[in-house]
């Protein structure tokens, strides 16, 4: 698995879903660079189980997103048209209708692969035929992107296992805190907590009050 962190998030243009309903061409990361932070999270498949339960989880706190300056967006290897039909369905019918965030198809893998969260890879046989390790959706990634467009957090969790929008939260707080304070943040840091300085004296005094 590729370290992206301290590395510019890979660029991409791609088809998306937008506000429920409006499929777009050539969505891309550039528009929000030097305007906001990013979290781009990707997700296995339309229409599946543990996947509509994070998507709506993290339209259940975009306004929390969206206080910090944070836009979401997430990817699968699904096509345009089959997030506009996942879309129309209801959540009780185990749809998702109501997300608003963008909703990119990644139908060419490319985008998946670049950000290395595909599942399997492509080989050729013995007999020069074309075959795959696995199932060639997303993992579940997660890449926490500042202003300038630099990957800050990355999280991949495999295909069964949902992800806590809480510490996607949490992790768009500590970034904005090392931003505005010029200080770090210690293990379980909350935006309610001190952080400390750099410093053999900041971490011995944060030590010496907790």
């Known amino acids: 698995m590729a370290v992206l962190v301290g590395k510019k998030a890979p660029s991409f243009k791609a088809s998306a ?53 944070t836009a979401v967006v ?17 959540k009780d019918k185990g749809g998702i209708e109501g997300i608003t965030y963008p909703i990119v198809a990644d139908t060419n893998k490319t985008i998946s692969a670049n950000y290395d969260v595909l599942n399997g890879e492509y080989f050729y046989d013995e007999n020069n035929q074309m075959q795959a390790t696995a199932e060639l959706v997303a993992y579940r990634g997660l890449f926490l992107i500042n202003k300038e467009g630099v990957v800050m957090h990355q999280l991949v969790n495999h295909l069964p296992l949902g992800r806590n929008i ?17 200080e770090v ?26």
């Not at 429920?20 to 781009?40: M, N, R, T």
């Not at 997430?74 to 209801?90: C, I, K, N, R, Y």
């Not at 809480?166 to 010029?182: H, N, P, Q, Y």
Request: net charge negative; with cysteine; charged share 25%.
């Open 17 to 69: 879903v937008i506000n429920g309903e409006e499929i777009v061409e050539g969505f891309s990361l550039d528009q929000y660079l030097g305007k906001k932070y990013v979290i781009l999270f990707f997700y296995p498949k339309d229409f599946t189980f543990v996947c509509p339960t994070e998507l709506h989880a993290f339209q259940a706190k975009l306004a929390e997103f969206e206080k910090r300056d």
């Open 74 to 90: 997430a990817v699968s290897t699904d096509t345009e048209q089959s997030h506009w039909g996942w879309l129309q369905l209801p």
């Open 166 to 182: 809480d510490e996607a939260l949490r992790m768009v707080d500590s970034l904005i805190f090392l931003e505005t304070k010029g």
């Open 185 to 210: 943040c210690p293990a379980n840091w909350t935006k309610e907590q001190d952080g400390l300085k750099a410093t053999h004296d900041g971490i011995a005094d944060y030590l010496a009050k907790h």
